[in-house]
Nanobody, 121 residues
Framework: VQLVESGGGLVQPGGSLRLSCAASGFVDGDSYVIGWFRQAPGKEREGVSCISRAGSTDYADSVKGRFTISRDNAKNTVYLQMNSLKPEDTAVYYC???????????????WGQGTQVTVSS
């Protein structure tokens, strides 16, 4: 059972990236809540967005209107479309799986390895 993130990289301010979180080894993989978290150097990990089994979504205030989370249950993949990126979005982004919805990391017990997103000119 694992989660694998991809899609990170270097982008200029105002640019876009799409992160992917591929889940494998799950029984009924689409029954899990998938969340995206990020951690910048010297800062605590923070919840960015999550999507429930039914497709309900939640976002941190700092990314509302700029980030969109979606899931393709047939592919067991969750996406995070990030637009209008800012330097303060620079962080390692992690996806994680939980049985309950929310942006608190304590809810999540399976984590990916993370992917670096750097927003800089």
């Amino acid at each position: 059972v694992q989660l694998v993130e991809s899609g990170g990289g270097l982008v200029q301010p105002g640019g876009s990236l799409r992160l992917s979180c591929a889940a494998s080894g799950f029984v009924d993989g689409d029954s899990y809540v998938i969340g995206w978290f990020r951690q910048a150097p010297g800062k605590e990990r923070e919840g960015v967005s999550c999507i429930s089994r039914a497709g309900s979504t939640d976002y941190a205030d700092s990314v509302k209107g700029r980030f969109t989370i979606s899931r393709d249950n047939a592919k067991n993949t969750v996406y995070l479309q990030m637009n209008s990126l800012k330097p303060e979005d620079t962080a390692v982004y992690y996806c994680a799986a939980a049985l309950s919805s929310g942006l608190w990391s304590i809810l999540y017990d399976l984590w990916g390895q993370g992917t670096q997103v750097t927003v800089s000119s």
